[in-house]
């Protein structure tokens, strides 16, 4: 049996190169063992030798350009010609054995070129340029010049690796490159196709793509220190339409590992992206797994990038990055793990932000330095539905890197600059690590999850949820540790935020949809009503807004639409689409006989007194003649201001003299320290916080850094009972066990629990090694 397949196969490969299948195309044959450059190269019996041979074909619509299996060739192919819709010309393999393999041999350049082609197939060849010099080089480029719309183009099945470099990278060089150069006629590609393909062992990056045509905003040039590139040849922003890349694995690789520009619409999907940036000599700079670049409207979905290398703050090191001028990205079912900078960043500056940027449904897994990082400018980064797994996993930067260090976890959401319009809702973070989260320049945290941290950053969110997710088995490697389990409190949880499914393509629901990346299976509402219908009534709640029902052409007022849910569901807002001039009463029951009101006289949208859980829900409608309906939709409306506590912001005061903002103290964030000034430190001194509202106190947490050198040693509680100060612990004595950059605690227990709007802190003794005291965070519980 076994012989007689190797035999169909055989005879399969063999077929597959007569001339009949290259239908109204010829096919061509090179043959580096067996051929001659004098033959007509039309069968194998009659193949070409030589890459100089094969790179003077122009192909036509039909034509086939096919290198013999398991052979090798020496030099540079270039690789020229055009098919026809639906007549592609191909470049591919013929025979039995290993993919075709040119090798560049440490060519200038690329080892192969493809020049302005369209509708055109390159299939199936591996490809090297190496000749161990530290020279940026690049295996293939797809490239075009003043060629106008280049449609259906794809290269596929490609095995690339072992491309020189200098120890860095340069977005002039890549594994695979696509370049479009010109200022003459507007360049781009259309349904241009990237799939299959491997990428290892470069110099450089993995994949990257760019045009000349990608003036906007403040985009005026492209990197002309790498690419040679005036900035006279960069032209209106002209972008390729119609991109995919998909189902590629990169690997091994100095720069970063994915990288499209100039695009609209594009999907980056399914792709496998392994240490990046890594293997660098270069002492300075960094890159990301997968980012992208003066893009609109880009999908980056069901990618797995690990091990993208850093070397220490500002130098990305990053999973994923949504790099400057980009518009609408959308960032998607992705796991990101073991990426020593972190998960997602968006990095921008002030001439071309970076906007409107979705990161949700996504697993982050033992990321370092930080989760999210969001840089200058970028406006409008919405996180929602994530599921990260910080467990402190210190990254170490070893020489000859400028950076070389070690690097704890030091946020989990970092906010630099000016960047705004910041949303973090839906989340679960389990936090081991302790890290912080900024919540400055009105960045909204809204019904998040918090476990693991020391105390989770409960003041800045509207509604956090401290608890044990209960997850199947974070941190054990894999998506599948990171289900909820049976009674898990990420269920029902959250606001109701755009959608349509979770990491796992289950539909997101009506109503509180489930926190983090995992969504459990809520069935459709059987509905039912007391109008004749006409079509069919669960078109009014099947999440497709495309669909609607309607009644019958004299519906008897007012009548019912009754929805019932087979698991119970919170909302506190109804909408109604497609029936704007409709009223209608909201009613709910837990019996389904006995209803309540819950709102009247609504039309399209009507928000509850308060937030109902119930598998029952009843619309009561009134109007006039023939009506139809699109949707009947469940919500939690989410918060669009920062939370303010009640009383409003608590305020921190100290007769010490300061460094650094008191406020530090109470932002939730144990990462960012309050340091007094260095002189005029006089013992005993206080530290006063006034919550501005009381609260429950039955324990108070300092948290310190480098602490040997500037942490409080000696130090009694107060606290305010409207009249006096109460002494609740006296001379609390702390002997911090080390002095390095991870953050320590030390805890305060009262007697007894105590409501008060203000405590103090008298500092008796600290270390003054550099002459000031420090302190990171207080903590309340």
């Known amino acids: 049996m076994r012989v007689i397949v190797t035999a169909l196969t055989l005879f399969a490969g063999l077929l597959a190169a007569t001339p009949a299948q290259a239908a109204n195309g010829t096919t061509y044959y090179v043959d580096a063992s067996a051929g001659n450059d004098s033959a007509d190269g039309s069968s194998p019996a009659t193949a070409w030798r030589s890459l100089d041979k094969a790179s003077a074909l122009t192909l036509g619509p039909g034509d086939r350009l096919l290198f013999r299996a398991g052979q090798r060739w020496t030099g540079r192919l270039t690789i020229k010609g055009a098919g026809a819709p639906g007549r592609p010309a191909t470049v591919g393999s013929y025979g039995q054995g290993a993919k075709p393999l040119i090798e560049g041999g440490g060519l200038d350049g690329a080892a192969v070129t493809i020049s302005d082609v369209h509708d055109f197939v390159v299939d199936g060849l591996q490809v090297t340029n190496s000749d161990g010099r530290p020279v940026y080089r690049t295996g293939v480029n797809l490239y075009a010049k003043d060629a106008g719309r280049l449609a259906d183009v794809t290269l596929r099945n490609l095995d690339i690796h072992d491309v020189d470099g200098a120890g860095g990278h340069s977005v002039a060089t890549a594994g695979l490159l696509v370049s479009i150069r010109g200022d003459s006629v507007p360049t781009f590609f259309d349904r241009l196709v990237i799939e299959d393909n491997e990428i290892s062992k470069i110099g450089s990056y993995g994949f990257i793509m760019w045009s000349t045509w990608s003036r906007r905003n403040g985009m005026t040039s492209l990197y002309p220190a790498e690419t040679g590139i005036p900035d006279s040849e960069v032209n209106t922003w002209t972008p390729s339409t119609g991109v995919v890349v998909r189902g590629n694995r990169v690997h091994d690789v100095t720069g970063g590992g994915i990288t499209p520009m100039h695009t609209k619409g594009a999907l980056v999907e399914g792709n496998k992206v392994e240490r990046a940036v890594t293997g660098r000599t270069k002492p300075t700079g960094g890159n990301v797994g997968i980012w ?158 918090y476990w693991g941290t020391p105390q989770p950053p409960t003041g800045p969110d509207h509604r956090a949820i401290v608890a044990d997710p209960k997850l199947a088995s974070p941190g054990s490697g894999g998506l599948a540790g990171y289900r909820p389990l049976d009674g898990s409190p990420v269920s029902d949880a959250g606001v109701s935020l755009p959608a349509v499914a979770d990491l796992a393509g289950t539909p997101v629901p009506d109503a509180a949809p489930d926190l983090g990346a995992y969504q459990r299976a809520v069935p459709l509402p059987r509905v039912s009503s007391t109008f004749t219908p006409k079509g069919h009534l669960e078109r009014l709640a099947d999440r497709d807004p495309a669909t609607f029902w309607q009644s019958g052409p004299k519906p008897a007022f007012p009548g019912n639409v009754d929805l019932t849910y087979a698991l119970p569901r919170t909302f506190s807002r109804v909408e109604v689409t497609g029936a704007p001039g409709l009223a209608f009463d909201v009613q709910t029951s837990e019996d389904g006989r006995t209803w309540q009101t819950r709102a009247t006289g609504a039309k399209q949208a009507v928000t509850l007194p308060a937030e109902v859980t119930t598998r029952r829900v009843r619309l009561v409608v009134t109007g006039e003649g023939r009506f139809r309906i699109g949707e009947v939709r469940l919500r939690v409306p989410a918060a669009t201001e920062p939370y303010l506590p009640p009383g409003g912001v608590p305020v921190a005061t100290s007769s010490f003299p300061s460094a650094s903002a008191l406020e530090n103290l109470i932002d939730g964030d144990p990462g960012t320290p309050w340091a007094s000034a260095s002189t005029g430190v006089t013992l005993p001194g206080d530290i006063t916080v006034d919550y501005r509202a009381p609260r429950a106190v039955s324990e108070v947490t300092l948290h310190t850094a480098w602490a040997k050198g500037q942490g409080i040693t000696d130090v009694s509680l107060q606290t305010w009972d409207g009249g006096s100060w109460v002494t609740q612990v006296d001379h609390h004595l702390i002997d911090w066990p080390s002095s390095s950059a991870t953050v320590e605690t030390s805890t305060m227990r009262l007697p007894a629990p105590v409501t008060t709007q203000k405590i103090r802190l008298i500092v008796h003794k600290a270390n003054l090694e550099w002459g000031n005291l420090a302190l990171y965070e207080i903590v309340t519980r």
């Open 292 to 449: 992208w670049q003066g893009n609109d409207d880009l999908v980056v979905q069901r990618n797995e990038v690990s091990g993208t290398g850093f070397n220490g703050p500002g130098s990305d090191g990053h999973g994923f990055d949504a790099d400057a001028d980009n518009n609408r990205s959308l960032v998607q079912y992705n796991y990101s793990h073991h990426n020593d900078g972190g998960f997602f960043i968006a990095v921008s500056f002030a001439g071309a932000p970076t906007r409107d940027t979705v990161v949700r449904y996504n697993v982050s897994e033992s990321d370092g330095y930080e989760v999210f990082g969001l840089s200058t400018a970028t406006q409008g980064t919405d996180l929602h539905n994530n599921t990260v797994y910080a467990d402190g996993r210190v990254v170490e930067v070893k020489p000859p890197l400028a950076g070389a260090g070690t690097y704890p976890l030091g946020k989990v959401v970092r906010i630099y600059n000016d960047a705004a319009g910041v949303k973090v809702r839906d989340n679960v973070f389990l936090n081991a690590a302790g890290a912080g989260f900024d919540g400055k320049n009105g960045a909204v945290y809204d019904h998040n999850l």
